[in-house]
């Protein structure tokens, strides 16, 4: 019995050891349960990621343009606009721009910070190719009736998308989403806009009825009164439904007018913008009107029913759905102040 019983140990003993060799040799992945697992699941999921990425970068579509059938980036990443008011109908899409054209400065207020590394080019008779270039675009977005004598050149950078010139800005709103792939965007975008105009026409209404008012522009070398056939004026008088005088020439888009003019145009309200509110010679010849006898013996001054508005902020109004926007916000603040 005792040999037997050794035999047997010594059986046991080798099995044993037989066993821990083989886990020894096995590869650390295998034999590492959850932790190694996790590792493999991790370098696939990097991998696909990448992948995906990759895919979507090379994918691309083609639409029509004013100058025919263009191959574009399905998923643009870096868009370029030439226009003055792209970077409002870009970024209302959800879209900011790698460079853009710019009128001021700076950008307005409600850009600024959404903006803040997206590249300013300024306004000129050409496209700034090289600020273009060194902005890496995969796609331009550029207005025929400006960019078709560079569209070449353009082309060499980027693929390059002429838009139709259009009366409203509504319609290059769409023409820039049919070419992104964005039009329930930009039917949002227009919904919303039509509802807070709609807030802020009742509002008006209920502070100031049916008084009228006149919408005055400030300039380094004129004044303008905005009528209601300007974009401007239209958006004032017909969207925000403040009545306009009746002896306004309707014929008429504005007026340009001297300072002696003004009391010929003598409105319950008047809304005074100042077309750059950081333009010394701007302010300069505002001050010079707040002094004169015929500024101070306008029914609006006073009634203390003068609203100084606007400045950059103001200055896509009528043209972009962003400025718009503020817009009514400006206005109904104002007016709320002093009625």
Same mark, same amino acid.
């Given at each position: ?18 066993? @821990? ?9 295998? #034999? ?6 996790? =590792? ?8 696909? /990621? ?29 868009? *370029? #606009?030439?226009?003055? *008011? ?31 590394? /997206? ?14 270039? @060194? ?17 070449e050149q353009l082309s060499r950078i980027a693929p390059t998308v ?15 989403? @049919? ?9 949002? *975008?227009?919904?919303?806009?039509? =509802?807070?105009?709609? =807030? #802020? ?16 522009? *400030? ?61 010394p010679q701007i302010k300069k ?25 606007? #400045? ?28």
């Amino acid at each position: 019995m005792k040999l037997k019983y050794g035999v047997f140990t010594g059986i046991i003993l080798l099995l044993l050891l037989l066993s @821990a060799c083989a886990q020894a040799t096995e590869p650390k992945a295998s #034999g590492s349960g959850e932790r190694g697992t996790s =590792q493999s699941t991790t370098a696939a999921s990097n991998t696909s /990621t990448s992948n995906s990425e990759q895919s979507n970068a090379d994918q691309v579509k083609v639409v029509q343009t004013e100058m025919g059938e263009i191959t574009i980036p399905a998923s643009p990443q870096r868009v *370029v #606009g030439l226009s003055v *008011v792209y970077p409002e109908l870009l970024y209302s899409l959800g879209i900011v721009p790698v460079a853009v054209q710019n009128y001021h400065e700076e950008f307005p207020k409600y850009l600024q910070e959404p903006f803040a590394n /997206t590249v300013k080019m300024g306004i000129a008779k050409t496209p700034d190719f090289e600020m273009i270039l @060194a902005a890496n675009p995969d796609l331009i977005l550029a207005p025929a009736w400006w960019s078709k004598k560079d569209y070449e050149q353009l082309s060499r950078i980027a693929p390059t998308v002429l838009l139709p010139e259009r009366e409203e800005w509504p319609e290059e709103l769409q023409d820039i989403a @049919a070419v992104l792939g964005k039009e329930a965007e930009a039917k949002q *975008v227009m919904a919303d806009l039509e =509802q807070h105009e709609k =807030q #802020g026409a009742d509002k008006l209404h209920s502070l100031i009825g049916d008084e009228t008012v006149l919408y005055v522009r *400030v300039m380094e070398k004129e004044i303008i009164l905005n009528g209601p056939n300007l974009s401007r004026g239209a958006f004032i008088h017909k969207k925000l439904g403040l009545k306009p005088l009746s002896n306004f020439p309707e014929s008429e888009a504005s007026l340009s007018i001297s300072m002696e003019v003004l009391p010929e145009y003598d409105a319950d309200h008047l809304i005074i913008q100042l077309d750059d509110n950081e333009n010394p010679q701007i302010k300069k010849k505002y001050e010079e009107l707040l002094s004169t006898s015929i500024w101070k013996n306008l029914k609006a001054v006073k009634e203390n029913h003068v609203y100084l508005v606007g #400045g950059k902020e103001w200055f896509n109004l009528g043209m972009a759905p962003l400025a718009d926007n503020y817009v009514i916000d400006d206005i109904v603040a104002a007016f709320e102040e002093k009625n």
